[in-house]
């Protein structure tokens, strides 16, 4: 339960007599199980991730059914999204070669950006990226679509050159470097790109419940009324920047998915 549900529930505001605060921490990521399926429990991520996922294939299903020379609305708005990533981000960074990975790279886009946004819808008012298992499920994704088109396009052999060597140095100084690009290329690739979007997403959140608590928590009638003001104030311009947020980590993540399959495709380096 978050802290804001703590303080609504016990009515907690300053008093003479006092309550205590109620800081928001790890049970605002923490939620109960809704309903269970065998030893299989949903909780309210799961449950918003879900959601998430039949909205995105529900409206490009719906867009792209029964395409027309002259689109109608919704799939004027479905061309718009996937000229988007297609002009934006897969022919800039892949070239003509990215045309067939703009499914995959609109779907991740969407998903992720989808997946954010149930940050401010009410009564969902979570971010789903936020729990680290999504961002590390996607980004394990990219990982094996990288390491399946480097060996496809150059080899067993060609491909951990490819992930390890860099041409034209020193051979004393090959071996630091094949260590530093392994590191680079295979182990930490994948967890930074989980760990960015992760992270703003989880202090995003933060940053609203902790405002949203305080605002309440202060909400007498005395001075303290002011500083609740305040803190209403603040939620909501996180909340406004949050939005910003949401879309840029989705635009950041697909770009960097863009940059990964381009490496992969690139010749030697």
Same mark, same amino acid.
């Given at each position: ?31 109960? /199980? ?8 949903? !909780? ?90 999504? /961002? ?8 094996? !679509? ?28 090959? /071996?630091?470097?094949?260590?530093? #690009? ?59 920047? #949050? ?22 495709? #690139?010749?030697?380096?």
């Amino acid at each position: 339960m978050s802290a804001q549900s703590l303080l609504a529930e016990s009515g907690c505001h300053i008093t003479p007599s006092g309550c205590g605060f109620p800081a928001p921490g790890l049970n605002s990521f923490n939620f109960k /199980p809704i309903f269970s399926v065998g030893s299989f429990d949903f !909780t309210k991520p799961m449950l918003l991730a879900i959601i998430c996922m039949l909205l995105v294939v529900g409206f490009f299903w719906s867009a792209f059914a029964k395409p027309k020379l002259v689109p109608g609305k919704l799939q004027l708005v479905g061309e718009i999204g996937y000229t988007f990533i297609s002009r934006g981000i897969a022919r800039d960074v892949i070239g003509k070669k990215g045309d067939k990975y703009v499914p995959f790279l609109t779907s991740i886009f969407f998903f992720v950006w989808i997946m954010n946004i149930m940050s401010i819808i009410p009564l969902a008012q979570f971010p789903v990226a936020s729990r680290f298992a999504f /961002p590390v499920s996607i980004a394990l994704l990219v990982w094996v !679509t990288y390491m399946y088109l480097t060996f496809k396009t150059h080899g067993f052999v060609g491909g951990w050159k490819h992930l390890t060597v860099l041409q034209g140095l020193p051979g004393w100084l090959l /071996p630091l470097i094949i260590v530093i #690009e392994f590191l680079q290329n295979v182990i930490l690739r994948p967890f930074t790109l989980a760990v960015r979007l992760w992270a703003n997403m989880f202090a995003g959140h933060m940053l609203i419940v902790m405002f949203s608590a305080a605002c309440w928590y202060m909400l007498t009638p005395s001075v303290f009324a002011l500083f609740s003001g305040g803190s209403f104030i603040m939620a909501v311009g996180m909340t406004a920047f #949050e939005v910003l947020i949401q879309f840029l980590q989705a635009y950041i993540f697909t770009l960097l998915t863009s940059l990964y399959i381009s490496g992969a495709l #690139e010749e030697g380096h």
